[in-house]
C-alpha cells in the first residue's frame, strides 16, 4: 500500500515538462509569426497585447486598428510542435489553421 501511496505523491507533484506548454514562438506556412510568453503575446502585426492563458491554450482578440481588429483568435496546443489556431469573425469560425513551432535559422 505504502508504495502506491509514493506513487500516486510523485505523480501528483510532478512539474509538467515545459514542452508541453504553448509558450514559444509559432510560425504559420505564410510567415506569419506569434510568441506567447503566459498571458503576453506578440501578434503578426507586431502588437504585444495580453490575453487569456493556459498551458494548453490562448485566446485574444485584435486591438483597435490591427489588420485583425475584432477578430477573435484562439489557439490550442495539438501536440508540442503544432497548435491549431481559429479565427472567430462576426461568430463565426473559419477553417483551423495549424502553425507549427518557429525553426531556428542560423
Known amino acids: 500500500m505504502r508504495p502506491m501511496l509514493t506513487a500516486a505523491a510523485f505523480v501528483l507533484l ?6 508541453d506548454r504553448i509558450d514559444g514562438d509559432w510560425c ?3 510567415g506569419r509569426h506569434v510568441k506567447i510568453d503566459g498571458p503576453t503575446i506578440e501578434i503578426p ?7 487569456e492563458y493556459d498551458r ?13 481588429a475584432g477578430v477573435e ?6 501536440s508540442e510542435e503544432e497548435i491549431g489556431v481559429i479565427r472567430r469573425v462576426d461568430g463565426k ?3 483551423t489553421e495549424t ?8
Open 14 to 19: 510532478a512539474t509538467p515538462a515545459l514542452a
Open 28 to 30: 504559420d506556412a505564410t
Open 45 to 51: 502585426s507586431g502588437a504585444v497585447i495580453q490575453g
Open 56 to 68: 494548453h491554450g490562448f485566446r485574444y482578440v485584435g486591438p483597435t486598428g490591427d489588420p485583425e
Open 73 to 78: 483568435v484562439v489557439m490550442q496546443l495539438f
Open 93 to 95: 469560425n473559419a477553417p
Open 99 to 106: 502553425w507549427r513551432r518557429c525553426q531556428a535559422t542560423s
